[in-house]
């Protein structure tokens, strides 16, 4: 059963379309991240699903109830932005308190409530502080806590750990992930950081140019992308193209890349060109020449605990990124030739 619906939701500005039909369902406790690039639509989608922007079609359903053309306030929703948005002129204390007061919650419950949610942040002991006294990660959460005190249903978080450095960012992003699992409050966490999206959701939402992508597990999402755009944002391809030398049957062909023949679980028509991609971590390196691609090794950087070898197939480039555990960086010299392989199950086809 689905808790938050987005149905066919649109968003129109200056006659461009910028959410485009949008669907997405998402469970009850869910965590699910808006990952793209700036400018598809992240933003505006949470602000229309927070009620700051008007829908201009489509439905958003949350709970079995249609809440798209209710204000803000009337859509138990809590937001956390980028900016923290505090104000100024008053102590964490009142921050926090903001929304109980305006819901004429009575002071001795907003005192115990607040309490409750500085606690949950950690940062009991600071009520009369002031946001400027704080640091930007103490100040988020003073945010988290004014947007998780009014209990509301769904929470709502626009790239909340940008203006942290990577260190702190890291931190914070298993303290929200935490507290969003202590509440079970369903989620949604907008960012463009891919490593941010893959370590804490539950499911991903990839956004291009106001449309989804793909919506799955981080796991899914990174061995089994949907679309080219989804294989190149999220981790790192290489890009090959290869000459179907037979069609098998209707779901098999024999494709050569050089001379390094493969059968692929995909119908494409003999002597036609086939583009797929391989991540760097499944490519394999052997020094004895034992089929496969033959390449030159144009560069090698030691990365620690891997190496990153650049290889280069006549005018094609190839990253493989080798364990060091797997591989010793030794063997393998700059200007030699090696022979690179790979599984074609590790292969991520290109569906349009
Ligand atoms: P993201 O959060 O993914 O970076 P946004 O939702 O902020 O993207 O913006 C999506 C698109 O809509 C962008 O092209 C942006 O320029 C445009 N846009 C956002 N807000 C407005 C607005 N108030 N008026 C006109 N265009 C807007
Ligand atoms: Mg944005």
């Not at 007061?101 to 001795?108: E, G």
């Not at 806590?145 to 942290?164: F, Y």
Request: aromatic fraction near 6%.
């Amino acid at each position: 059963m689905s808790y938050l619906c987005l149905e066919n939701v649109v968003k129109t500005f200056n006659k461009t379309e910028v959410v485009k039909k949008m669907n997405l369902e998402i469970k009850q406790g869910e965590l699910v991240s808006f990952l793209g690039p700036s400018g598809c639509g992240k933003t505006t989608t949470l602000n229309m699903i927070a009620g700051f922007l008007d829908v201009d079609g489509g439905r958003i359903v949350v709970d079995g109830k249609p809440v798209h053309l209710l204000p803000p306030n009337k859509r138990e929703m809590g937001m956390v932005f980028q900016n923290y948005a505090l104000f100024p002129h008053m102590t964490v204390f009142d921050n926090v308190a903001y929304g109980l007061k305006l819901r004429k919650v009575s002071k001795s419950e907003i005192h115990t409530r607040v309490t409750e949610a500085l606690e949950m942040v950690r940062l009991a002991g600071y009520e009369k502080r002031y946001p400027k006294e704080l640091s930007g990660g103490q100040q988020q959460r003073v945010s988290l806590a004014r947007a998780l005190v009014i209990k509301p249903k769904v929470l709502l978080l626009d790239e909340p750990l940008s203006n942290l450095d990577a260190k702190l960012r890291q931190e914070m992003r298993e303290e929200i992930v935490e507290i969003q699992k202590k509440v079970g409050i369903t989620t949604i966490f907008v960012t463009h950081d891919q490593e941010e999206a893959l370590a804490i959701s539950d499911r991903i939402a990839v956004m291009y140019e106001g449309r989804i992508e793909q919506v799955d597990t981080p796991v899914a999402i990174y061995n089994h992308p949907q679309t080219d755009f989804v294989s190149r944002f999220i981790g790192e391809v290489n890009q090959i193209q290869g000459q179907v030398v037979e069609a098998l049957n209707d779901n098999q062909c024999l494709v050569s890349l050089d001379g390094y023949e493969q059968v692929l679980s995909v119908h494409q028509p003999k002597d036609s060109v086939i583009d797929f991609y391989i991540r760097p971590e499944k490519i394999q390196i052997s020094i004895e020449n034992s089929g496969g691609l033959q390449v030159r090794v144009e560069r090698k950087m030691f990365l620690g605990a891997k190496t990153r070898y650049i290889l280069v197939n006549k005018e094609k480039h190839f990253i493989a990124d080798i364990s060091n555990v797997a591989l010793n960086p030794d063997l393998v010299k700059e200007g030699k030739h090696v022979c690179i392989k790979w599984n074609p199950e590790d292969l991520l086809a290109t569906k349009k």
